[in-house]
């Protein structure tokens, strides 16, 4: 069966949405779809979401003329990828704790299941179609209501040896900085990530006793720095600044090719990239520095489906 016949289709499980999609190895999006994943109702729910987007995509296959030969599932949480299911609690998905979720869609649809952390998965979606593509050494953060991110080393995602790696967002930058939800202080996901950023800036303009817009969104505190708002430009400057102590820690830890930056925080533009690398130099030793690139992610929403369906395509390959 030639490359072209054949599909793989990607979940992408989210607290609010399951996205999903029909692919090809390529990295070709044949047809994607989106619903409410029930997460909060029961587990029970979430599959039957699981099985009607399946469904409409094996549908959609059949339109297309093409086969089938896997899925692939990105979830929330530490996911077992040897055996494709949770590993203990997702905090945000209240009912999907231990979540057999190989067991559960191959016992219905007969078609190998593969699952990994939806973070990996937005890295491996860059890797393989987006803005690492062709490098074997990456790194990948998305800062968004939290931060998270990847590591391939090799070409070979890094996992760590119970499945919980790699927890970018909580690394310490601080060691007497403000608490973080995991337990820990001062990591770089309470200074860098979309409401730190917003409580930031509302703190600088309290002291200076200036209204405070309503809503403030990260995109309008870009829009003020860009429009030469002070305030706006000192908070993006302390961005970049506790990003550059993490990336650069980063790159002397893992000298990678590539570090991408993605989620809804990099939309802010090559602008925010440009701040951030140069903050990096001078955080990085010379020769863990030399030829690394600094990309803003490419694919954007679609990265959870899209490397969804690449782990599919990945690790049916490794097996035929
Ligand atoms: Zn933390």
């Not at 409409?56 to 077992?80: N, R, W």
């Not at 998905?93 to 191959?106: F, M, Q, V």
């Not at 863990?288 to 690449?310: H, M």
Request: charge should be negative; hydrophobic fraction near 40%.
């Amino acid at each position: 069966m030639s490359n072209d016949s054949l599909a793989f289709i990607g979940l992408d499980l989210g607290g609010t949405f399951l996205k999903y999609a029909l692919g090809r190895e390529d990295g070709k999006v044949l047809a994607k779809g989106k619903m409410p994943s029930r997460a909060q109702e029961s587990r029970d729910k979430t599959f039957e979401v699981m099985f009607m987007a399946i469904a409409e995509m094996l549908e959609k296959a059949k339109s297309f003329s093409v086969h089938v030969a896997g899925m692939g599932v990105g979830s929330p949480g530490a996911v077992d990828f040897d055996h494709g299911r949770i590993l203990g609690n997702t905090p945000n998905l209240p009912n999907w704790s231990d979540a057999d979720i190989r067991g559960e869609l191959e016992s219905r649809f007969n078609i190998p299941v593969w699952a990994d952390n939806d973070a990996n998965l937005m890295t491996l979606a860059e890797c393989r179609y987006g803005a690492a593509k062709g490098s074997r050494y990456v790194i990948a953060l998305t800062l968004g209501t939290g931060i998270g991110g990847g590591i391939v080393i090799d070409d070979q995602l890094y996992r760590g040896a119970r499945f919980s790696g790699s927890e970018l967002g909580h690394m310490s930058i601080n060691f007497e900085g403000p608490p973080c939800g995991c337990g820990c202080v001062g990591c770089i996901e309470a200074y860098a990530s979309a409401p730190a950023i917003v409580k930031n800036y509302r703190e600088k303009l309290a002291n200076k006793h200036f209204p405070t817009p309503n809503p403030i969104t990260t995109e309008i505190i870009f829009q003020h720095a860009k429009d030469g708002d002070l305030l706006a430009n000192q908070v993006i400057d302390e961005i970049c600044f506790y990003l550059g102590a993490a990336i650069g820690s980063l790159i002397n830890i893992f000298n990678p090719q590539v570090v991408v930056i993605g989620g809804g925080v990099a939309d802010a533009g090559d602008e925010f990239i440009q701040r951030i690398w140069q903050a990096v130099h001078g955080r990085a030793m010379e020769a863990a520095l030399r030829g690394v690139r600094l990309e803003r992610a490419s694919l954007g929403n679609d990265a959870g489906v899209v490397g969804a369906f690449a782990l599919a395509a990945d690790c049916y390959k490794a097996l035929s």
